[in-house]
Nanobody, 132 residues
Framework: QVHLVETGGGSVQPGGSLTLSCVTS????????MAWFRQPPGLQREVVAA????????YYADSVKGRFTLSQDNAKNTVHLHMNALKPSDTAMYYC?????????????????????????WGQGTQVTVSS
């Protein structure tokens, strides 16, 4: 059974840093694709970043390129989202998601951004607030 738990959210001042973690169980690292989405208040959920756990190939939304970085820890079945130079516009609920048979899913992301419907399993989310 697949289970995802996001941790690491909190409040930070503009320019600060946070690292979110997605602790997984039942996710086959090596074949799964994983992604982080966020949903600001009153807005739709949008992709932030994604990784194919086999090749560790990554995708980043333009809004976070150069500021956010993904990493994975196969020993702990965990994916981290390292967020630097945070802005108030990064304020949102952040969600981790996965598609366990992920190679084809990630291949599609070479041609278009990840969509929520691409990923079957989701965590409950963790809040990030960037404010002075």
């Amino acid at each position: 059974q697949v289970h995802l738990v996001e941790t690491g959210g909190g409040s930070v001042q503009p320019g600060g840093s946070l690292t979110l973690s997605c602790v997984t169980s039942g996710v086959p690292f090596g074949t799964a694709s994983m992604a982080w989405f966020r949903q600001p208040p009153g807005l739709q959920r949008e992709v932030v970043a994604a990784i194919y756990t086999g090749s560790r190939s990554t995708y980043y939304a333009d809004s976070v390129k150069g500021r956010f970085t993904l990493s994975q820890d196969n020993a702990k079945n965990t994916v981290h989202l390292h967020m630097n130079a945070l802005k108030p516009s990064d304020t949102a609920m952040y969600y981790c998601a996965t598609e366990v048979d992920g190679m084809g899913t990630f291949a599609a992301w070479n041609f278009r951004p990840p969509k929520t419907q691409d990923l079957r399993y989701w965590g409950q989310g963790t809040q990030v607030t960037v404010s002075s």
